[in-house]
């Protein structure tokens, strides 16, 4: 029964870290959630990214793939930064595979994905690319722009 409880103490102190790590990390603001196309493009795109709080989703056709983001407020120019330009990064990677940023050049409902990984970049082709939002989502449905 001893054992018993250390198992369950230990349970409970590894949920406890890691609540306060994922708590710790800051949603994307909602002005940056939803679809992103290409600026030359339109809203029916199948090519983009679908952003949530925590989640930034790559799309091309019917290829999904998902990457954990946290937001970085101060990335753009350090801890006085007082901009509009938000970073995005990848958590839990080895590498640096992307970093998407909003209001790109500090042009609100403008962003930037610079992807770094070959590997993503021929399966998504959006490296540098200008991105616009776009009303609703035609990932779950909605109205296009």
Sequence with gaps: MDRMKRAFLLFF??????????GSIEPLPPEFHGYWVPSS??????????????TIQFREGEKLLSFPI???FS?????????IVVWAIPVKSESQLFTAYFNAGERKRV???????PELQSQFPINNVELKPCVGDPL???AER
Excluded: F, K, Q, W
């Design 75 to 83: 990335c753009e120019g350090g801890s006085r930064y007082d901009g």
């Design 111 to 117: 962003a930037i994905v610079e992807v770094s990984s």
């Design 41 to 54: 493009g339109d809203c029916s795109s199948s090519l983009g990214i679908r952003v949530l709080p925590y």
């Design 70 to 72: 946290e937001p970085c």
């Design 13 to 22: 102190v590894l949920l406890a870290v890691y609540s306060s790590v994922r």
């Design 140 to 142: 779950i449905g909605g």
